[in-house]
């Protein structure tokens, strides 16, 4: 079955600094990959969709890169900010239904 | 636009007794999804609606589980009876897109029911 492993549960940065987060998946490609943060208590917020044919996606201080041959996708936030702080989850496609990874705690230090 | 809204924000009940969670998706939107996620573990699929039709419910945890989206709109989840293991947070998500590739991008999460069963 498909696995989703993002690199670890939790991550400190240092204010603006670059915070840099792993998603690998095992078996077959995806057609596209997300990106979502949650705070606690509240559901997933849609962040970015990078497709199976799109290498790189921007939106602001974020940047999705997708890389099918090494089955990884790699979420960066430039310039990060306490407010960055919360638990962003990879999600991947599959038979019209989407698949979560645990997901990265990310703390951003003042 | 109003967002997808999930009611009661918490429950707690005993085993054995039944719940009830509500979703209201975005207007217009015809698929509507339920997950769920437990302690420690990754947000799962349980089942995906289009219209009032359900799509796909291979993720529904057994047949004490039903979902529910008459006429097309708000959809419902009864748990009945519950078990210590149905505890978790439910989410409800809705998109527009018609065969589940996001045109706009991403899907709409309502803030969740978080269920105790004791």
């Known amino acids: 079955s498909q696995k989703i492993e993002q690199n670890s549960e939790a991550l400190n940065i240092q204010e603006g600094k670059t915070a840099t987060l792993t998603c690998n998946y095992t078996?077959?490609?995806?057609?596209?990959l997300q990106w979502y943060r949650q705070d606690p208590g509240r559901g997933p917020v849609f962040l970015l969709l990078i497709r199976e044919n799109e290498k790189e996606k921007r939106k602001e201080r974020l940047k999705v890169t997708f890389d099918t041959t090494l089955k990884q996708s790699l979420f960066h936030i430039t310039a990060s900010q306490p407010a960055d702080s919360a638990t962003y989850l990879c999600a991947l496609d599959r038979d019209d239904k989407i698949i979560f990874g645990k997901g990265t705690r990310l703390h951003i230090l003042p | 636009e109003a967002g997808v809204t999930q009611f009661p924000s918490h429950s707690v009940i005993e085993k054995g007794q039944t719940v009830t969670l509500r979703c209201d998706p975005i207007s217009g939107h015809d698929n509507l999804y339920w997950y769920r996620r437990v302690m420690g573990k990754e947000i799962k699929f349980l089942l995906h609606f289009v219209k009032e039709s359900k799509q796909d419910e291979s993720g529904m945890p057994n047949n004490r589980f039903l979902a529910e989206r008459t006429g097309g709109t708000y959809s419902t989840l009864k748990v009945q009876p519950a078990e210590l293991e149905d505890s978790g947070v439910y989410f409800c998500?809705?998109?527009?897109?018609?065969?589940?590739?996001?045109?706009?991008?991403?899907?709409?999460f309502g803030s969740g029911t978080r269920l105790t069963v004791v």
């Open positions: 998500a809705s998109s527009q897109e018609g065969q589940g590739v996001p045109i706009l991008g991403g899907y709409t």
């Open positions: 078996n077959y490609s995806p057609a596209y």
